[in-house]
């Protein structure tokens, strides 16, 4: 039996060496399953959470033009969660498991939405830092090994690709206004630069459980080259709009030809992760209110299939 | 203002006011699924209210922009329904009242087609087709949520009850102005009163949600800025930026 799985798996290594994409009905490793539940699960739970700190200023969008585009970006992200969901629901967990896991704090998002947005300019700064970095994460991954998730992947990176260019343009008009619009941008960006490169995860030393999905190609870039290819692209546009990184010793160097930051503060990033950063608890609280207080709602409704489904019944 | 001018923006005010409070759900809709559509509807009217005002603003011989009518004025000066301006409450409540409204709007933007007023019978083309979606979703969700459970049935009935009061508004004559009409620019509400009370029956008969009694004291106001104490609120959310910042263009 066990010689067997070891066959199996064996053959299940070289499909995916060869370029191969697993396909939910394929046999696979249950750890392979579980790390990939795991990792799609997570990415929806990011989109849905992500709603929140953007939700946050559509009624206070301050045009029709910019109320609109909001609006519709956030919508997108309920749609990347959909889509996500239902990717995850191929390796057979069922969205409300998912989201079970999500309210008790036992399933993980990407740490950068437990910070705030207190400005306007933070639309615009989380359109081109959050989205910006998330396209860099999901290009890499849509090259994944398993296929479901690699084809939202490629789906949802459009759409990732179009929300940085909206924020980029916030920025770029807020920018072009004057002293106040470009104040507003700085201040943002100060709070937002560490965070973003927070969403990385740790230093690849740190990164438990790497090799095994470098393997199956879950994951296919180390952390470190992921965040320097960001922090790369990210300071030569921030100093375009004559923006300044904040971090005192940011420097270039000459030989690698990239930039070199300071430390990230880990501490931070820790508390942020293990459920006590900035807004862990006020984000948890308003997604379990959503699902408890809709209760009563997906309940009529299944309620109502019941009736209706018996009564098509008897008529036949 | 132009009594033809006044009456395309009260057409926008409704819209966005509408699309203003479902974009309130956005994050926080009781499925997934009603997010999406929510917001949906939200861009749908808000979109709708976009056109609405730019050709509003050309009426009035582009003295503001749309974003001046949007962002810089009063509760006072805004000519929305009652109705649309109500808050969310529960599902329920949402529901019903963008039931009551979609009925409404589905018939008004219909025969607002063949406006005599060009501008208008083209934005009514559009905001119709988005209207029939918007009409078909509030159903289905009258229907379940009034033929679901005894909670949905008791919570929907509340709803029914508490904003039946805004629903006269609607078909009351005086608005727009008779010039407007004749013209044939706008559409008398009165004549439209039937076929809402028609689409609402017929929904509400294939559920157990029963009209309100019939001595319900119907309020009205909205035409004439006269409105309900929710709306000041909601502009002061909405405004709160682009006041803050008159220097900045967005
Ligand atoms: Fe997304
Ligand atoms: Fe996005």
Request: negative net charge; glycine residues 6%; aromatic residues 10%.
């Amino acid at each position: 039996m066990s010689e067997n799985i070891a066959m199996m798996e064996e053959q299940f290594n070289r499909r995916i060496a060869e370029g191969e994409t697993i396909e939910p009905n394929d046999w696979m490793p249950d750890k392979y399953r579980s790390q990939l539940k795991r990792l799609i699960s997570q990415h929806a739970h990011s989109e849905i959470i992500g709603m929140l700190p953007e939700g946050n200023w559509i009624t206070r969008a301050p045009s029709l033009r910019r109320k609109l585009a909001l609006l519709a970006k956030v919508q997108d992200e309920a749609g990347h969660g959909h889509y996500l969901y239902s990717s995850a629901e191929t390796l057979g967990i069922s969205r409300e498991e998912m989201f079970g896991q999500l309210h008790t704090g036992k399933a993980k998002y990407s740490s950068i939405f437990n910070y705030p947005t207190l400005a306007w300019a933070d639309m615009g700064m989380i359109g081109w830092l959050v989205d910006g970095a998330a396209i860099i994460n999901q290009t890499t991954m849509a090259k994944c090994s398993y296929g479901p998730y690699s084809r939202a992947l490629l789906r949802i990176c459009k759409e990732e690709n179009f929300h940085k260019k909206q924020g980029m343009e916030i920025i770029a008009t807020l920018i072009a206004s004057g002293e106040q619009g470009k104040a507003m941008v700085q201040e943002s960006f100060n709070r937002f630069w560490w965070p973003t490169l927070m969403m990385f995860g740790p230093h690849d030393a740190n990164s438990p459980n790497s090799p095994d999905m470098m393997k199956w190609k879950i994951k296919l870039k180390g952390n470190d080259e992921l965040r320097q290819r960001f922090i790369d692209m990210t300071v030569e546009q921030a100093q375009a709009w004559g923006l300044t990184v904040p971090d005192p010793k940011l420097r270039f160097n000459e030989q690698t030809r990239s930039w070199e930051t300071g430390e990230i503060d880990w501490n931070e990033f820790n508390a942020v992760i293990s459920g006590n950063g900035p807004c862990n608890h006020e984000r948890l609280n308003v997604r379990r209110t959503a699902h408890d207080q809709g209760a009563w709602v997906r309940e009529a409704a299944r309620a109502y299939e019941a009736k209706h489904r018996r009564s098509s019944e008897t008529a036949e | 203002m132009t009594p033809l001018s006044e009456y395309l923006l009260s057409l926008a005010d409704d819209r966005l006011i509408l699309g203003h409070r479902l974009s309130e759900w956005c994050g926080h809709a009781p499925i997934l699924e009603e997010d999406i559509a929510l917001s949906n509807i939200a861009l749908d009217c808000i979109g709708q209210a976009t056109f609405l005002y730019e050709i509003a603003a050309e009426a009035e011989g582009n003295v503001r922009t749309p974003d001046r009518m949007v962002y810089f004025r009063e509760a006072i000066e805004y000519r929305n329904l009652l109705l649309v301006e109500q808050p969310n409450g529960d599902f329920a409540r949402t529901i019903v009242r963008q039931f009551l409204y979609d009925a409404f709007g589905i018939s008004l933007y219909d025969r607002l087609q063949t406006s005599s007023y060009a501008p208008l019978a083209a934005v009514a083309q559009k905001a119709h087709k988005e209207l029939r979606y918007h009409f078909r979703h509030s159903s289905q969700w009258m229907l379940r949520l009034g033929d679901g459970t005894d909670e949905s049935i008791q919570r929907t009935q509340h709803a029914l009850n508490e904003l039946w009061q805004y629903t006269d508004e609607m078909f009351i004559g005086g608005f727009p102005a008779e010039e407007v009409i004749g013209s044939g620019a706008a559409i008398d509400p009165r004549t439209l009163r039937t076929g809402w009370r028609n689409s609402v029956d017929t929904i509400l008969s294939r559920t157990a949600l029963t009209l309100p009694e019939k001595d319900i004291r119907m309020q009205s106001g909205g035409r004439n800025g006269r409105h309900t104490e929710h709306l000041g609120h909601l502009l002061t959310e909405m405004q709160s930026v682009a006041r803050s910042y008159p220097e900045i263009t967005w």
